[in-house]
C-alpha cells in the first residue's frame, strides 16, 4: 500500500513519531520474537534539497539462511529548501508491505492512519521490552 504523496510545509505528528522512532532504533532488534531491520538513508542532490527515507523491515529466515523482509513501512521525504533556508516544502509519502496489505496506490491520510496503527504496536512492544 502506498499512499499518493503529499506536499506540505511540515510534517504531521504520525510522520515525526515515524521518524524519531526509527533514528532512535536504527539497526537490527526484535519484534514479537521476530528480527526487525530499522534503518534510515539519506541523499543530499543539492545544497538545498535532500531525499531521506526511513524504513523498519520485518525479516524472516531466507532460503539461502540470509534473512529477507516479508514486510516494511518506509516514510520517504524530499525537502526542498529556498529563501537561503527561510522556506522549505516536504514532499512525502508511506510505503506499507507485508502479507495482508493490499498493492494499491491509495490517499496519503487512509495510509498514514495503518501506519499510526503499527507504530502505536512497535511503540507498545518497546515498552513491553521487546524491542
Not at 504520525?14 to 534503518?39: K, N
Request: hydrophobic fraction near 35%; aromatic fraction near 6%.
Amino acid at each position: 500500500m502506498t499512499s499518493h504523496p503529499v506536499i506540505e510545509a511540515e510534517l504531521s505528528p504520525t510522520q515525526r513519531e515515524f521518524i524519531d522512532w526509527i533514528e532512535a532504533r536504527v539497526g537490527l532488534q526484535r519484534h514479537d520474537g521476530h528480527a526487525i531491520s530499522v534503518s534510515v538513508s539519506r541523499i543530499d542532490t543539492d545544497e538545498d534539497i535532500s531525499t531521506q527515507r526511513h524504513t523498519v523491515e520485518f525479516l524472516a529466515a531466507g532460503e539461502d539462511g540470509g534473512a529477507t523482509a516479508i514486510a516494511y513501512i518506509r516514510h520517504t521525504m524530499k525537502r526542498i529548501e529556498s529563501g537561503q533556508g527561510r522556506y522549505a516544502l516536504i514532499a512525502s509519502r508511506f510505503e506499507l508491505m507485508g502479507q495482508d496489505v493490499p498493492h494499491v496506490r491509495v490517499p496519503y491520510e487512509d495510509v498514514e492512519r495503518a501506519v499510526r496503527v503499527r507504530l502505536d504496536q512497535l511503540k507498545a512492544a518497546a515498552c513491553n521490552g521487546e524491542t
